[in-house]
């Protein structure tokens, strides 16, 4: 049995110096920072698959393929088509309940009533009173109509029917229940379907059809496919049956050579009306195959990640950890007076410091004298710890600017439908307008002599349950305000020239103030001001911000962040407004997004506004080919250089610091310094080397040191001595 210094007993200090878990420890650091890493990893390697992270299983894709955000732009742009055309299908319901609402079919006289609304509205082309009892038209003007479908009731709502003639003209028929001395009567409006505005693209052979639930084409523009072509016509089918049930999509055919089938559908719907429209609008296009990229660009970038990974964690435990612990173990041997086993010199510089200085402590207390030698310089810990997270750093630095730069390849089919989007959008917007400006018309020839009262209730048609105006009133010859309907006016109380037309009222102000007036003959004005929400309502479909703006580049309507008249910023977006008010082709694509403009050129009283609509959409939202790829590199890029500084800090802040105080605790009492005492800064196995120096100082000074463990953390965090 080995005798001891000064005759003590070895103490038993693992169990006493108990050392606290996570996020303490020397070791901690590096497996958190492996773990970390290899999430990363995995990330760069199963999230940038081109193809989807299945494909890695799955079979070999085509080199060629449709661009992945042409399918959904195609659904996008019929979808909002679709939109368009319930509007133009349900178009004469507010006719009608001004119709019903002026008064003129109070008189018992039905084929007066008759003729006068034909004078009155000379789009209807035909006009009936039909009893829903006897399912007879009591008086009937114009076309003769099959208006048996519309007998079936509406309960108490506009019911509105499309119907195909034999001569192939398309009728849309719209019928609204009439009350008191015609309780049971309809009126009964027909009008030609109006076509379906639309700029197709010719380069892809684009199709727009309307059809019915059952298949029955009303409508078609474009290039027919092909007859030959059972796949396509197979799409188009399956297309009719989705969007009869209610859905809207997109397929994809096989591929045809260097182009494949890609039809959009939608159904044809209105809220405000009874029943269902029962039509569908179905797009064909041929869309041109374009070559894919890399499926596994993440592949090399993620294992060169898990070889550094490992490699970092190999070093860090070598140089940092292994050694920290050896030292750890060491003082542990010397405070609990096991004396006879020579400290372990290491090669980390900061552990061979205070190894040096405990080895001197451990020969003073078995009363040698210690021996001078020469110390060789080591590696220095803190300079492998720089040294990992630079290369992290690096890597972090390689991928941004490699994946993280990646050119995102803008396919010429998105530019297109893009562009076609907004002059969709620049298209509904005139109409919109045109169409208040009509309305206004009518009112104003049905109200001619009609008492306040009467007028009052015609007006609140045009604002009850509708978006598009804001405020209709009548004015004066002065301009006052004689009669309101909807929220209170904003427009300058002036005279405005006589006939009919849509103005913008101001060019500055919390609000744009837009609004179409029609005069009467008995020298008022029928004024209605146009809502601005609603007009934002309809640019949305062109996707991304889409403003309209004035001449004076002042927005008009924003879908993003609006502030009224808020001047169209220098750049791109500006250079494209002014090219589409000179009536010039207007698109861009930029590093960032798509540009395209659209004016409001097209004849009618909107034309007059100079207005034009802009559309920025972001390349991400797109998604083109390179989008996923590039914003992925840089995540990676970003999570990895993150760990990077974490790594650092936590092994300079938790590790190397504490690591040097205790050095420097060390070399002071093998000097000689008894006074100065230490306490550790965390109970990790840096602050159990720290408390193992303080029990070696007192031995030195001649102190008794407490074999229980009630009295030792009295040595650990606090101030006092036993």
Request: hydrophobic share 45%.
């Amino acid at each position: 049995m080995k005798k001891h210094a000064r005759g003590r007993a070895p103490i038993d200090l693992p169990d006493q110096l108990a050392e606290a878990g996570f996020p303490s420890g020397a070791g901690v650091g590096s497996l958190t920072g492996f773990v970390l890493l290899l999430f990363i990893t995995a990330f760069t390697a199963l999230y940038l698959v081109t193809t989807g992270p299945l494909s890695l299983f799955g079979p070999t894709p085509p080199s060629k393929a449709v661009p992945g955000g042409v399918a959904e732009l195609q659904r996008r742009t019929t979808t909002s088509l679709a939109q368009a055309v319930a509007t133009a299908v349900t178009g004469n319901t507010g006719e009608l309940r001004v119709a019903v609402s002026s008064g003129v079919l109070d008189t018992a006289d039905t084929p007066t009533v008759v003729r006068t609304l034909s004078k009155a509205y000379p789009v209807w082309r035909s006009i009936a009173v039909v009893d829903t009892r006897t399912q007879k038209a009591l008086a009937q003007c114009g076309d003769p109509m099959p208006y048996q479908g519309l007998l079936g009731g509406s309960g108490g709502n506009v019911t509105v029917q499309a119907v195909a003639r034999a001569d192939g003209l398309t009728m849309v028929l719209t019928a609204a229940p009439l009350s008191g001395s015609r309780a049971g009567q309809l009126l009964v409006a027909a009008t030609a379907l109006r076509a379906v505005s639309a700029q197709l693209d010719a380069d892809q052979h684009q199709n727009l059809r309307l059809v019915t639930a059952g298949g029955k084409v009303l409508e078609t523009h474009g290039d027919e496919p092909a007859k030959d072509d059972p796949g396509t016509r197979g799409l188009v089918s399956q297309a009719v049956s989705a969007a009869a049930a209610g859905q809207d999509g997109v397929l994809i055919g096989p591929t045809q050579g260097t182009i494949a089938p890609v039809v959009s559908y939608a159904p044809v719907t209105a809220g405000d009306i009874a029943g269902s429209l029962g039509l569908s609008l179905v797009s064909v296009s041929q869309v041109p195959l374009e070559p894919l990229p890399a499926r596994y660009p993440g592949l090399l970038p993620a294992a060169a990640l898990l070889v550094l990974a490992a490699g970092s964690t190999f070093l860090l435990r070598k140089v940092v950890v292994t050694p920290i612990r050896q030292l750890r173990a060491d003082a542990l041997a010397v405070a609990s007076h096991r004396l006879d086993d020579v400290v372990r010199r290491s090669r980390t510089s900061e552990v061979r410091r205070a190894a040096k200085a405990l080895e001197v402590v451990r020969i003073r207390l078995r009363h040698g004298k210690p021996l001078v030698r020469r110390q060789n310089r080591g590696v220095s810990a803190h300079l492998v710890v720089a040294l990992v997270s630079l290369a992290l750093l690096g890597w972090s630095a390689t991928v941004a600017l490699t994946l993280g730069m990646h050119g995102t390849a803008i396919s010429p089919t998105l530019v297109s439908n893009h562009d076609l989007r907004v002059t969709h959008s620049a298209d509904t917007v005139q109409r919109s307008l045109d169409q208040g400006l009509y309305e206004l018309r009518e009112v104003a020839r049905l109200g001619e002599g009609k008492t306040p009262g009467r007028l009052s209730t015609m007006l609140g048609e045009l604002t009850a349950g509708k978006t598009r105006f804001r405020s209709v009133y009548l004015t004066d010859a002065n301009g006052k305000v004689t009669l309101n309907s909807g929220r209170d006016p904003f427009r300058d109380q002036r005279t405005l020239p006589n006939g009919e037309g849509i103005r913008q009222d101001n060019t500055s102000g919390r609000l744009p103030v837009v609004f179409a007036y029609e005069g009467m003959p008995d020298g008022q004005t029928l004024i209605g001001e146009f809502d601005v929400t609603w007009m934002a309502t309809l640019l949305k479909p062109a996707g991304g911000r889409v403003r309209l703006v004035d001449d004076g580049y002042r927005t008009i309507a924003d879908t993003q962040g609006y502030l009224a008249f808020a001047v169209l910023p220098e750049g791109p977006a500006r250079d494209e407004v002014a090219l589409a008010l000179a009536g010039d082709d207007a698109k861009e694509t930029t590093d960032s997004a798509v540009i395209g403009a659209h004016g409001l050129t097209d004849p009618g009283g909107a034309a007059n506004l100079h207005w034009a609509v802009v559309a920025e959409q972001p390349i991400n939202a797109l998604d083109a080919a390179g989008t996923a790829e590039r914003d992925g590199g840089r995540v990676a890029a970003l999570l990895t250089a993150v760990v990077a500084i974490l790594l650092y800090g936590w092994h300079f802040l938790l590790v190397l610091r504490p690591l040097r105080r205790v050095a420097l605790a060390a070399q002071a009492i093998a000097d000689g310094d008894l006074t100065s005492v230490g306490y550790p800064q965390r109970q990790d196995e840096i602050g159990t080397i720290a408390s193992c120096l303080e029990l070696c100082r007192r031995a030195l000074l001649g102190q008794d040191v407490p074999a229980d463990s009630t009295r030792l953390p009295c040595l650990i965090g606090t101030d006092n001595e036993v």
